[in-house]
């Protein structure tokens, strides 16, 4: 709450994505089947572990918890590498989110159905780190409905691209 609010400098060290995210499905065991979530390669990127963490965190949360009631999560979690920048997604089979809301849903305190339990800070908190990262972040629909969640992160140390 506190990085929500007044931002932060992210340590610079190398971050394991697969490891994070590997950690994160293990916590989330509970209320979630790691059988669910396809975890392509990711890569190892520069920047603070535990802030990276937490944006995979609330990403996959998400994902979980916006997927239609009584139907298992359908997550995939994926990597690409496009210059000196790593795109990660998580795609999930969720409601999906209307091209007018894109770019709300990551103010703070924006929900955009009441019904699903949350304060609205995550997501606005994810594009704090990512972008404190030098990256960015953004949502698109995913093909055959639900939602494709983005970061785009340097391969290298933050704002230099170079890996």
Do not use: C, Y
């Not at 496009?82 to 209307?98: K, L, S, Y």
């Not at 494709?148 to 140390?157: E, N």
């Amino acid at each position: 709450l506190e990085f929500a609010a007044t931002g932060g400098t992210p340590r610079q060290e190398r971050v394991d994505l697969g490891a994070e995210v590997a950690a994160v499905i293990d916590d989330m065991s509970s209320r979630l089947d790691p059988a669910h979530v396809v975890v392509d390669e990711l890569p190892q990127v520069t920047g603070d572990r535990s802030q990276l963490r937490s944006v995979m965190q609330n990403l996959i949360h998400n994902a979980t918890k916006f997927s239609a009631p009584g139907q298992v999560p359908d997550i995939a979690v994926s990597a690409v590498r496009t210059g000196g920048m790593h795109r990660i997604e998580v795609a999930d089979r969720g409601p999906g989110i209307a091209a007018e809301h894109r770019e709300h849903v990551f103010s703070p305190l924006a929900r955009l159905d009441r019904r699903i339990p949350g304060f609205g800070i995550g997501l606005a908190t994810s594009r704090r780190i990512v972008e404190a990262h030098g990256g960015r972040i953004g949502v698109d629909a995913r093909e055959g409905g639900g939602s494709v969640f983005w970061l785009v992160l340097p391969t290298g140390p933050t704002g230099t691209g170079q890996g």
